[in-house]
């Protein structure tokens, strides 16, 4: 199998900005009508003057320093002209020479180890509008436009092709949108936040591009397909052609675009409309603001919790998740929180398709809290979470409701059963003594089952252990035997 | 140096309908164009690159989210319109 070499173009969205780019329509369009977040900026109307979102620059000189970048002294924009529906004034405003930043990098966890990806630049550039096709891409007879998006402020990410795997690939999406997420500058959860262009190639072919990937999983299933497709032609002798290709989503493949255009033709010049930008000088101010990232978030868990790294690795791939972690260990045992949170709560949060905040962290300290005293069970504890989770209620209401399943056993009553299951099972018991594991097995399944997962199970081994030791001691030949 | 050929994609990237007749005159044209622009190799290279001819740098707006037009008065430009939409041609 010939090497695959990936790189990426991922085009975020600053969504968590309150205007747009350019102008001051608002970004907040994701519930509305069509059409009815523009003005005469965002919709190329002639004379309009677009006007640049200070803080949308600062956002951008943000992301750029948490990609550990060189901050360019200036930066400016510039026209890529081309003519495509979602494109209101026939070209885009963008950044070609002067982008504001180069030379990052993003750190990936593999489970070779650590794989350095870098990042080539960091620009900024105008949203363009949605295209609404009517049927598929490639047979609908035309097209209807929203222009909601027209303008939104966009940050270009782009690597260099050191990706190897599409698995590779997801991952570095993750990471990213995990720090952005931390920077505060981007809501991923909203449709159309990111979108990737991806270059893939075969060792010595040519590579083609597919454009508009519009969904992390889409991203590695794009991939994939093109790895088989440009493998299966390189097996037939045909040269693989450098395109532009479409990822159809529902059917899963790419399909070629046969575009015209290259590089020269979209004929880039200086952004006559908008002036330079000083960057270095803001840098500094903004260093400050920032935020402890993911990777550094991991090991300061790691050294000042006593956790384990890769309950850390889980706790950190979500701020909310990192924070909701923190407020439990504050006020229980660490490692205890940790496992609840990163295993357990994470685990019914995913399987319910939840996200953090649909949990109070109290509430997890209360459960924790009880769980610590022994009087609920495990079981009981994961009983209430997913109680909570599906019906609401506090941990409290809870226990008492259905205290009869959840509060743990007293001893006496845990040994009552015990004893009954041993004697109902002779010849399960007898090879329990002989030392048969699955005999000890199958007891303490019967025990859980009478008495519905409420005793733990070492305090059931331990009858079990001291049943056994009482009947060797009365039966002296045995033990002599054995 | 511009051939046919060029004004032909040219004409096709401006989406401008060109006659036969145009693009035989257009090369000799542009192309005396381009060499008045080589005037510009005269200039000495240490001269610094012109960027912007205002001489401003950052001029910004605060991030503050204002009125928006109606959707109505968005498409009232629009040839073709359809459900709140722009109709615009199929792509690809």
């Known amino acids: 199998m010939k090497e695959v070499i990936i790189g990426l173009e991922v085009h975020v969205q600053l969504n968590k900005l309150r205007s747009k780019l350019f102008c001051s329509c608002s970004t907040q369009y994701h519930d509305s009508e069509p059409d009815t977040h523009t003005c005469p900026v965002c919709l190329g109307l002639p004379g309009a003057l677009p006007v640049t979102n200070g803080k949308a620059v600062d956002n951008a000189i943000k992301v750029a320093l948490a990609l550990n970048c060189n901050i360019e002294e200036w930066t400016m924009f510039y026209r890529k002209n081309y003519y495509y529906p979602d494109l209101v004034k026939g070209f885009q405003i963008s950044q070609y020479d002067y982008p504001i930043a180069t030379n990052g990098s993003i750190s990936l966890d593999m489970e070779g180890g650590e794989r350095i990806i870098r990042i080539k630049r960091v620009h900024m550039e105008e949203d363009p509008g949605k295209l609404v096709h009517v049927g598929t891409i490639d047979k609908s007879r035309y097209s209807l436009i929203d222009y909601n998006r027209s303008g939104m402020a966009l940050l270009e990410v782009v690597t260099e092709p050191d990706l190897r795997t599409p698995k590779e690939a997801r991952l570095f999406l993750n990471k990213l949108k995990n720090i952005l997420e931390y920077l505060d500058v981007f809501d991923s959860s909203l449709e159309g936040s990111l979108r990737v262009d991806a270059n893939i190639s075969l060792a010595g072919g040519a590579r083609a591009e597919i454009k508009n990937i519009s969904s992390y999983k889409g991203v590695e299933k794009a991939l994939l397909f093109e790895i088989v497709r440009q493998n299966n032609l390189v097996r037939r002798g045909v040269k693989v052609v450098q395109e532009t290709r479409h990822f159809d989503e529902v059917r899963g493949i790419t399909i070629s675009l046969r575009t015209k255009e290259g590089e020269e033709d979209y004929r880039y010049f200086p952004e006559p409309d908008l002036v330079p930008i000083t960057i270095a000088d803001r840098v500094d101010d903004i260093k400050k603001t920032l935020p402890e990232l993911p990777d550094a978030k991991r090991q300061r868990f790691v050294l000042q919790y006593g956790i384990s790294d890769n309950h850390a690795k889980v706790l950190i791939s979500e701020l909310g998740l990192a924070n909701f972690f923190e407020t439990v260990a504050t006020e229980v045992d660490a490692n205890l929180s940790a496992t609840w949170v990163a295993d357990i709560l994470k685990g019914e949060l995913n399987y319910r398709d939840l996200d953090i905040s649909a949990f109070s962290p109290n509430h997890m300290v209360q459960i924790l809290q009880v769980l610590k005293k022994d009087t609920i069970t495990e079981n009981g504890a994961v009983q209430v979470i997913r109680t909570i989770l599906d019906e609401g209620g506090t941990p409290s209401e809870i226990v008492k409701i259905k205290s009869k399943d959840l509060l743990k056993m007293d001893v006496d009553a845990s040994e009552n059963i015990t004893l009954r299951v041993i004697e109902e099972n002779p010849g399960a018991f007898q090879d329990f003594c002989k030392g048969k594991n699955e005999a000890m097995h199958f007891l303490m399944g019967q025990v859980m089952k009478e008495t519905h997962g409420t005793v733990n199970r070492s305090t059931v081994i331990e009858l079990l252990n001291k049943s056994k030791k009482e009947k060797l001691q009365n039966a002296p030949d045995n033990h002599r035997e054995a | ?92």
């Open chain 2, 1 to 92: 140096m511009i051939t046919k050929k060029t004004v032909d994609h040219l004409g096709w990237l401006a989406r401008i309908k060109l006659t036969e007749e145009e693009k035989e005159k257009f090369p000799d044209q542009l192309n005396s164009i381009l060499d008045y622009f080589e005037k510009l190799d005269e200039v000495e290279a240490d001269v610094s690159p012109t960027h912007h001819v205002l001489g401003l740098t950052n001029v910004f707006r605060d991030d503050v989210a204002g009125q928006s037009i109606s959707q109505e008065d968005a498409l009232g430009n629009a040839p073709r319109k359809e459900r709140g939409y722009f109709k615009g041609p199929r792509i690809i």
